[in-house]
Nanobody
Framework: QVQLVESGGGLVQAGGSLRLSCAAS????????MGWYRQAPGKQRELVAS???????NYADAVKGRFAISRDNAKNTGYLQMNSLKPEDTAVYHC??????????????WGQGTQVTVSS
């Protein structure tokens, strides 16, 4: 009943910027938390950034000072602003959200993923 759709990925040169968006739709009562994960070839999936309904944020050490997560509750949309991109940021990025659905409890939903490639 809930879908997450990412957009904004692509190819960018080192030092450039991208903004990823994650739009949630469906029978949503509230989005309790939202986060972005990434997985690079040959590496484990890692949590890049997360944000609570109250706006508290957490970041992986590798992206602190370069990435910023935000959300627009009125639009049920989350964002990941990525600045000063490095080749090591290359990965498939997935958004995830802990969503309270109308008539149900809270469940985690995942987007389909979007490729971010940073060239040197």
């Amino acid at each position: 009943q809930v879908q997450l759709v990412e957009s904004g990925g692509g190819l960018v040169q080192a030092g450039g910027s991208l903004r990823l968006s994650c739009a949630a739709s469906g029978r949503i009562f509230s989005i309790n938390a939202m986060g972005w994960y990434r997985q690079a070839p040959g590496k484990q999936r890692e949590l890049v950034a997360s944000i609570t309904n109250g706006g508290n944020t957490n970041y992986a050490d590798a992206v602190k000072g370069r990435f910023a997560i935000s959300r627009d509750n009125a639009k049920n949309t989350g964002y990941l602003q990525m600045n000063s991109l490095k080749p090591e940021d290359t990965a498939v990025y997935h958004c995830a959200a802990q969503v309270t659905c109308l008539g149900y409890g809270s469940y985690r939903y995942w987007g389909q993923g979007t490729q971010v490639t940073v060239s040197s």
